[in-house]
Nanobody, 112 residues
Framework: QVQLVESGGGLVQAGESLRLSCAAS????????VGWYRQAPGKQRELVAI????GNTNYGDSVKGRFTISRNTAVYLQMDRLKPEDTAVYYC?????????WGQGTQVTVSS
C-alpha cells in the first residue's frame, strides 16, 4: 500500500523560508516522478514543482527562482523568499500507472 506523508509546513512571515518533506512507504520515491502541488482556499490545485526519476526538475511560473525541489530517500521542497500568495495546503503526488497517490497535505501560511 502506497502512503505519502508531507511535513514541514507552518506559519512564517513574508521573505522567510520553509522546507517541506515528502516521505513514502510502499514505494521508492527515487524510482518515480514526484510532484509538489498546492491548493489555496477557493482555488484549483496547481503544480508547484516536479522532479522526474531521472532528476529533471520543472517549476510553476509563480515559484521559479524561489523554490527548489530535491530528493534523496524523501522528496523536499525548499521554499525561499515566501510571499503571502504562497499560502496554501501543499501536497505530494506520485502517479503509478493509472493511479494517483496524494499525501494528506501540509499547511503553509505566509503572513505579510
Amino acid at each position: 500500500q502506497v502512503q505519502l506523508v508531507e511535513s514541514g509546513g507552518g506559519l512564517v512571515q513574508a521573505g522567510e523560508s520553509l522546507r517541506l518533506s515528502c516521505a513514502a512507504s510502499g514505494i521508492i520515491l527515487s524510482n518515480r516522478d514526484v510532484g509538489w502541488y498546492r491548493q489555496a482556499p477557493g482555488k484549483q490545485r496547481e503544480l508547484v514543482a516536479i522532479i522526474t526519476s531521472g532528476g529533471n526538475t520543472n517549476y510553476g511560473d509563480s515559484v521559479k527562482g524561489r523554490f527548489t525541489i530535491s530528493r534523496n530517500t524523501a522528496v523536499y521542497l525548499q521554499m525561499d523568499r515566501l510571499k503571502p500568495e504562497d499560502t496554501a495546503v501543499y501536497y505530494c503526488n506520485v502517479k503509478i500507472s493509472i493511479l494517483n497517490y496524494w499525501g494528506q497535505g501540509t499547511q503553509v501560511t505566509v503572513s505579510s
